[in-house]
């Protein structure tokens, strides 16, 4: 009956907990880029016409400066910061299911882990296991125990064996 229900929380496992996908950003950055190129020459140009040339139409530099040029550099600016926005909410997330992905292999394991088999299990490298494996340890969720092979096995606190040996303080 057990193998039934670890079977089922694996096929579970597998196609729910997913790990979150990279946001695409499309052209988003070329857009940002020609943007800035473009927004960078004409406050230049406008800030020439302004200060140096003679018998300039004050009206039309200064339009030109702030739609030519610090309108697009203000949307390079925009689009930079929607950009890095959504980079930064897609490494929350990952590391938020990179961790409970790590202790739910644990927790199938009676607690112990290495990086191997978690890198196997999540389909991720086996550095990208072990520096998260790594995290955890200094949090403080896990120990670390070295195998005679020399292997290190990560023992997840609160899982496994430690709370039956628990006792009352």
């Not at 950055?29 to 016409?49: D, E, N, Q, R």
């Not at 030519?68 to 909410?89: E, M, S």
């Not at 064996?161 to 009352?168: G, H, I, V």
Request: proline content about 2%.
């Amino acid at each position: 009956m057990s193998d039934l229900i670890r079977k089922i929380s694996d096929l579970i496992d597998k196609n729910i907990n997913k790990p979150p996908k990279e946001p695409r950003q499309g052209c988003l950055g070329t857009v940002a880029v020609i943007s800035g190129i473009l927004g960078g020459s004409f406050t230049v140009s406008g800030l020439y016409h302004l200060l140096f040339a003679a018998g300039v139409n004050y009206t039309q530099t200064l339009l030109l400066l702030v739609f030519g040029g610090l309108v697009p550099l203000g949307l390079c600016a925009t689009i930079w910061y929607i950009i890095h926005q959504n980079r930064q909410k897609f490494k929350l997330e990952y590391a938020h299911w990179l961790e409970n992905s790590l202790l739910k292999c644990a927790l199938r394991r009676e607690g112990r882990i290495t990086a191997t088999e978690a890198a196997v299990e999540l389909d991720i490298q086996t550095q990208t296991a072990e520096a998260a494996l790594d995290e955890m340890l200094h949090k403080g969720i896990a120990d670390i125990l070295v195998a005679e092979t020399g292997t290190k096995v990560y023992k997840i606190r609160g899982l496994g064996e430690d709370k039956f040996n628990a006792e009352e303080i």
